[in-house]
């Protein structure tokens, strides 16, 4: 939990003045894994762990951040919108910054100072809720309101410009849209969406495997481009055009890597749409049963797993009121999302710890989370 008051505390120490702070969420994703680039659904939730800002004007249309968790000073010079992407953490504020100027939102700069209690890298979307609060704070120091998908798109654009992967649209859509104790059902295609409550017998525990391998970013544009060759070869604008007849009826002639990304899709896309319809009908074995297939489809035909999450998924499955486990978010590392009944959470805790250090050696990170609401400006007084 990021104290505000400090944060505040913290800004007026360096630059001398009140700050208005921002607040962008990470997420999980219930289901729907690698489909939001193919036009297919997702069901994601924004969590209580989130990125702050705190910021104030400039005059000189400079942007320069500091963050709490890293060393040094990132500035980026507005005028200056052809500047090459920074290979640090500070290319997403430089990406929001220079994609809101082009975008027209023209600020007169602004000092950020940065706290975030999402773990990095760990597949929580610590970059969309960074870029998110960023956008959010630079367009209320431009003076202007910034609608809700506008600000995601920003961040998409940033993260596809700047930090180099091409991802769908969930993350950030999810950080500015969440809803506290409801599950987003979206269609990435329409961007029609809607909140469903999640109910109260269901604990959405995070499990951290503490490994990020390092082809993640590289492996990731490479599985977008071959589900977009996978369409082609179907005759189809995108995967979410592709029935399960059409893989039957081509599949035989299409590359093997092929045939396998585009199954993952079109079982995925099915997967959603039963879990929607498992949550709204309060049925959570069903809820968890398609949980653990999405996993096997992602290790299996997307192939996007690896030996720690899959052994952190093994173990969480064998305990006491698990509904379902899988892998989330990019893959090749990070976190697996677990369902499961509230009071077991304890014994949870403790047998995934010991079992998962037992049998790789790796110490790894529990997180209980809250599904809590898209981001937002703090009002301090009010915390
Ligand atoms: C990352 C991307 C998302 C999505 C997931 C996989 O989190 O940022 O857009 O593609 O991977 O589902």
Redesign the pocket.
């Known amino acids: 939990m990021i104290d505000i008051e400090l944060l505040k505390r913290q800004f007026f120490e360096r630059h001398g003045r009140v700050p208005r702070i921002f607040r962008a969420p990470g997420r999980v994703?219930l289901i729907?894994?690698?489909?939001?680039?193919n036009d297919g659904y997702?069901l994601p939730a924004a969590i209580d762990k989130a990125t702050y800002i705190a910021t104030s004007p400039r005059t000189d249309r400079i942007v320069a951040a500091q963050s709490l968790s890293f060393e040094g000073v990132v500035t980026v010079d507005l005028d200056n919108a052809d500047a090459r992407p920074r290979s640090d953490w500070g290319k997403y504020v430089q990406g929001v910054a220079l994609v809101l100027e082009a975008r027209g939102y023209r600020s007169s700069g602004a000092d950020l100072l940065i706290a975030s209690d999402i773990p990095l890298g760990a597949?929580l979307?610590s970059s969309?809720a960074l870029e998110v609060s960023v956008g959010l704070a630079l367009a209320a120091i431009a003076g202007r309101t910034i609608d809700r998908l506008e600000l995601a798109k920003i961040g998409q654009t940033a993260?596809h410009k700047y930090g180099g992967?091409m991802?769908?649209?969930?993350?950030q859509f999810v950080s500015v849209h969440g809803q506290a104790g409801r599950a987003l059902f979206l269609d990435c295609r329409s961007l029609e969406w809607s909140a469903i409550q999640l109910p109260t017998e269901l604990s959405v525990v995070i499990c951290n495997t503490k490994t990020k391998h390092d082809l993640a970013e590289g492996e990731?544009n490479k599985r977008r481009a071959e589900c977009e060759n996978a369409a082609a070869f179907l005759g189809k604008p995108s995967l979410r055009d592709v029935g399960a007849d059409d893989l039957e009826y081509m599949g035989s002639r299409m590359p093997d890597v092929l045939k396998k990304r585009a199954r993952h899709v079109v079982t995925e896309n099915a997967r959603v749409l039963s879990a929607v319809s498992a949550l709204k009908s309060g049925d959570l074995r069903k809820l968890g049963e398609l949980i653990s297939a999405s996993h096997q489809s992602l290790r299996d035909d997307f192939e996007v797993s690896c030996p720690e999450l899959d052994t952190m998924v093994a173990i969480a499955r064998r305990q006491p009121g698990v509904f379902g486990a899988r892998m989330m978010?990019?893959g090749f590392g990070g976190c697996t999302i677990n369902l499961m009944l509230p009071q077991e959470k304890k014994e949870f805790f403790s047998n995934v710890s010991r079992e998962y250090n037992d049998e790789t050696s790796i110490e790894p990170e529990v997180y209980y989370v809250t599904i809590g609401n898209g981001a937002e400006e703090v009002d301090a007084s009010r915390q």
């Open positions: 994703n729907g894994e690698h489909t939001d680039y997702v597949g979307s969309a993260e992967v991802s769908g649209i969930m993350d990731y978010g990019g």
